[in-house]
Every structure is written in C-alpha cells, then in structure tokens.
C-alpha cells in the first residue's frame, strides 16, 4: 500500500524556479570566461548547467515521489523501443549527406558548425531539460492541474 505524502506546495515550485532562473541568467549574463579551451569552456559550462538545475530537481523528485504523477523509481526506466526508427532516422542523415553532396559537389560543413557545440546542444540541454521540464515540473503539475493545462504549460519555462 502507498503511503499518501502531502502534495508538493506551489511555494517550492515557484521558488525552485526564481531561484534556478535568477542564478542560471545572473551566470549567463555575468561573462565570466571559463576555461582555456573551446572544448573545456563547453564542458564545464554544461557540468555548471548540469549541478544547476538538474541535480536540485532529482533531489525535489526524489524527496517528494510519492506525490507526484509517476513516481520517481518509474520515471527513468526506458520503455521505448529505438528499433523500428532506426530506418527513419537513417534515411534522414542519407537526405542530409546527399543534400549537401548534390549542392556542393562534395560532403563539406557550414564554415558557422562547431563540433563543441554538439556537447551542451545534443547531450547535456537534452538531459536537463527532461529531468527539470518533464520529470519535475510536467510530473508535479499533472497532480495539480488537468492533464491538457499541464502538457500546454510546461513548455514555456523552456524559455
């Protein structure tokens, strides 16, 4: 039998958002050069992102899983099978390679690509922002709204 917990007050959301918003811009705006290298500045600006705002949500999941929509043991198991779409998604590189070898005669990258950006882009934004987007925020406000006003909602703290 699960043991009923109080539901997660509106002051800790709010107040795990004003404070994660106002550290994360007051970082951003202040310039502040990380280390030497592109690649190093990339890493430790991601790990900094990371212990921001990502490990602070684990915690508020962990600390009120069972108050939210799925609980926190549930909500990192992968039931999603990636077979049936390794077709599409290779079909899609193939268009992006053939495109750029019939426009350009040969494969060659947009002189604006850095590879270092693919770090924070592709892995570190993406975990982030489904640990703090979806598995706190949408989980918690599936509890406390109808499931519609959720959904809607939560994708404007993306911004």
Do not use: C, H
């Amino acid at each position: 039998m699960k043991v009923a917990q109080t539901q997660v007050s509106n002051k800790v959301i709010v107040m795990y958002l004003i404070i994660f918003f106002s550290w994360w811009s007051l970082f951003e705006l202040s310039g502040v050069p990380l280390l030497g290298s592109p690649l190093t500045q990339k890493l430790s600006g991601s790990i900094i992102k990371f212990l921001t705002w990502t490990v602070p949500a684990i915690f508020l999941m962990k600390r009120y899983s069972n108050s939210l929509y799925l609980p926190f043991n549930t909500i990192l198991k992968n039931k999603f099978n990636l077979r049936p779409y390794l077709l599409i998604i290779v079909l899609m590189i193939s268009y992006v390679f053939i495109g750029s070898w019939i426009k350009n005669g040969q494969l060659q990258f947009n002189e604006l690509f850095n590879p270092y950006d693919l770090i924070d882009t592709f892995f570190f934004v993406g975990i982030t922002e489904e640990i703090v987007f979806r598995g706190w925020l949408l989980n918690e406000l599936l509890v406390k709204t109808r499931k519609i006003k959720a959904v809607f909602s939560t994708p404007f703290s993306f911004y």
